[in-house]
């Protein structure tokens, strides 16, 4: 892109951003700049520059997304899950005592209601408060905050145990059906698009002989065993947010991917990517092991914010849901190194490969630990603090 262009592109942009400022009703608010390291969606941080200020005698800052109509396809959709699920958060802070102004997400609606503003290039965008005092981390470098996390995602959990995930979208459908994406798999091997199935017959076997796997959680939910609730689906430790001066979890924010699902689900991938030490693509194998002790400081910090709403077979499906979504992403992986790395970004060939065999690695590991897994979730389970657990 030419330097003129650069410069028109960034102008529209400014232009769209006033628009949509004025449909949300708000004023003063001359000072935007772009927020965080989000790789989906446009962050914008708004701020005002003419020191009014409003209660507490600071102007309150906001967060304004424009929605990735590529990955989302209905970004409608995902705006009033949002809003459902931020809502119904906002009461549950507040019957805990807890201040739902710092400690949940609070929407905020456009002029005409609606909790987004459609731009006249069709864009939705949407405004949310920005949480002062508030930090987060990329990585979790010691075990304490990665249990910090886990307190977080349980405690979310536990906020929106009675909520009525009927009236959630399915925004990405299919997301977690597992035998789908294994389906899709050997599509991917029998077209063989990039003409690569003949370089990985060991990969490919790997997948083929856990296919019996995959429908373990969708078929506990379908005979009813287990119970479909709210999943957050993007439990990376970046979405949650840290008090400054305390240091504790404040709250769960990026609530896109919210959709009825498993607390499994959420649970599985943080411990997928998590109980890891090493890059999601390194090439050396013997470095990338499944770290059983950081699986149990997660789980402990789970349980202890989602308190005890989980039946026992509830609990045993945690420990399923890590080597089921471990092996679901070895499976996304391995399907988009074979149709030419389509979806994930890829800056050098095979890097996708190297992915899901750092998936299959730590899907090893697991195999070999789980009664060691199932193990831990028991003991938590009969503990004093497990059995009283009440807030």
């Known amino acids: 892109m030419q330097p003129n262009e650069e410069t028109e592109k960034r102008d529209n942009l ?12 708000l004023s003063g608010y001359e000072s935007v700049r772009e927020y965080g390291n989000g790789h989906i969606n446009d962050t914008f941080l708004l701020e005002r520059e003419d020191g009014a200020a ?7 800052s906001y967060i304004l997304q424009r929605i990735n109509r590529g990955v989302f396809a209905h970004p ?31 929407v905020f609606p456009a002029k005409d209601g ?27 470098d010691t075990p304490e905050l990665f249990a910090a996390s886990g307190e977080a995602f349980g405690h979310f959990q536990y906020l929106l145990r009675d909520f ?26 029998m077209r063989d698009a ?31 065993e287990l119970r479909r609730c709210v999943a957050h689906n993007d439990t990376k430790l970046n979405n949650v947010l840290f008090d400054r001066e305390t240091g504790r979890p404040l709250c769960v924010i990026d609530l896109d991917t919210v959709m009825p699902g498993l607390a499994a689900y959420d649970f599985g991938d943080s411990i997928r990517f998590g109980a890891n030490h090493n890059l999601e693509d390194e090439r050396d194998l013997d470095k990338v092991e499944f770290d059983l002790r950081l699986y149990e400081v997660y789980a402990e910090g789970f349980l202890r914010g989602s308190g005890a709403i989980f039946g026992e077979r509830e609990l045993q499906s945690l420990a399923w849901g890590a080597r089921v979504i471990t092996l679901e992403q070895a499976i996304r992986f391995l399907t988009d190194y074979l149709e030419g790395d389509c979806y994930y970004h890829t800056d050098r060939r095979g890097k996708n490969l190297d992915r899901a065999r750092v998936q299959i690695k730590l899907l090893r590991g697991m195999e070999e630990q789980f009664g060691e897994m199932l193990g831990i979730l028991e003991t938590i389970r009969k503990s004093s603090w497990y059995q009283g657990a009440a807030f």
């Open 54 to 60: 409003g209660a507490g005698g600071q102007s309150p």
């Open 114 to 140: 609606k909790p987004y503003v459609r731009d006249r290039y069709g864009e939705i965008w949407r405004l949310v408060l920005f949480i002062r005092g508030s930090m987060s981390y990329e990585t979790a």
């Open 164 to 189: 009525d995930v009927s009236g959630l979208a399915e925004t990405i459908p299919d997301f977690h059906n597992t035998p789908k994406r294994y389906q899709r798999f050997e599509e991917a091997v």
């Open 76 to 106: 409608e959709q995902v705006a009033e899950n949002v809003l459902l699920i931020s809502r119904y958060l906002h009461q549950a802070v507040v019957n805990e005592g807890g201040d739902p102004l710092r400690e949940s997400m609070t």
């Open 194 to 224: 990039a003409g690569r199935a003949g370089e990985i017959p060991a990969e490919i076997e790997e997948i083929r002989k856990r296919s019996s796997v995959c429908g373990i959680l969708t078929d506990q939910i379908a005979g009813g």
């Open 14 to 25: 400014k232009d769209e951003i006033r628009e949509v400022i004025s449909a949300f009703n």
